[in-house]
């Protein structure tokens, strides 16, 4: 890896609010954006954590109208869930969304602006890079975990249940207009759910560092956001109400989210992706599982700047390493991202969550289609990639 910035490009998404029940100011902020008639989108959990309500309570300090609630997005949604939500918006009359939950429920919301736009079925709209044919409908986004980022990334990873695969939508357009980063919102989040989207966010951070197109905006923010996550996950993920974690949490993993939306990710995310696509596995868990595997397979890299860049992984995390060789330095950084998953309660290997050995061949060949893995340093053969999986099992 050579030390010259050859040429990068940066794209920040839009305005990001943090503060403890910030959302109470919904309606203000909706107001500045030019939305009147509100569908909220989100879950059944979020709905029946009392979240819902306090949203729309905050929508109405200002002058917009909740016109409707959409709570069945699922855990990973999918295209006719999309469809669903959009014929909900055309229902209730909505010109603008307040999405609230996790990474599925606001990928929904991202997916449905496009058809806010460009009506029709969501795979008519599949491309590169979506560009809009009008101007997009404003879009606030309050997220209840701290982990995808995805209230300040330009993708929606939506599943086809048919070709069982996740597919990504991309474009700077569809990054949401705002994003309120509330802990208040976060407190109710279980120790399980808070610990494997907090390992996605970290695994976010990492993967941005570790991608080809990486470069020193997406590492300076990576790099902070792995010192807050390696600080306060544990302790979100043993005291809920902890807001000082929650705080720094959603911080950590919407840094982490502007990282890699700029940046992207590698390999560890593209068999994520394929174990979520094949056998639903939570995309938080199995990144937590896969993250060491992903980091000791980029170890041989050395060309790359691999070994180096995990050092500032450990540096990150705060281990000694200051005597040892990259390599060395690495190694400890893997070995102390092994104990934290041990420690805040997460399983070490797929047999523990449903994913079926003999589906390892499959879930290999399409992680090899996905676009994350053609970020990651090198070029992973599938039969490695087999090996890996088998490695994690
Ligand atoms: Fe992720």
Redesign the pocket.
Known sequence: MSNLVEWFEFQVPGKVICAEHCVDSIGGEMDNVGGSKVLVVTDEGVQNAGLTQTVIDGVDSGSAEVVGVFDQVPPNSEIQVVQNCYDKVKESGADCLVSVGGGSVIDTAKAVTILMVEAGDLLDHQSAVYIPSGPMPPHISVPTTAG?GSESTFAAVIADHEQKMKLIFQGAELAPTIAMLDPFVTTTLPPGLTASTGM?AL??CIEALHSEMHEPICDGLALHGIRLISKYIARATADGGDIEARTYMLIAANMGGIAFANAF?GII?AM?HSLGGHFGTP?GVA?AILLPCGMEFNLRYVEEGIPASYRRVAEAIGLDVSGDDDDTAARKAIQWLRELTMEIGLPKQLSEVDVPEDGLADAATDAMLDGSMFNNPGDPEEEEVLELYKKAF
Do not use: E, F, I
């Open positions: 995808t996605d695994t976010h990710v995310h994520a995309h990144n």
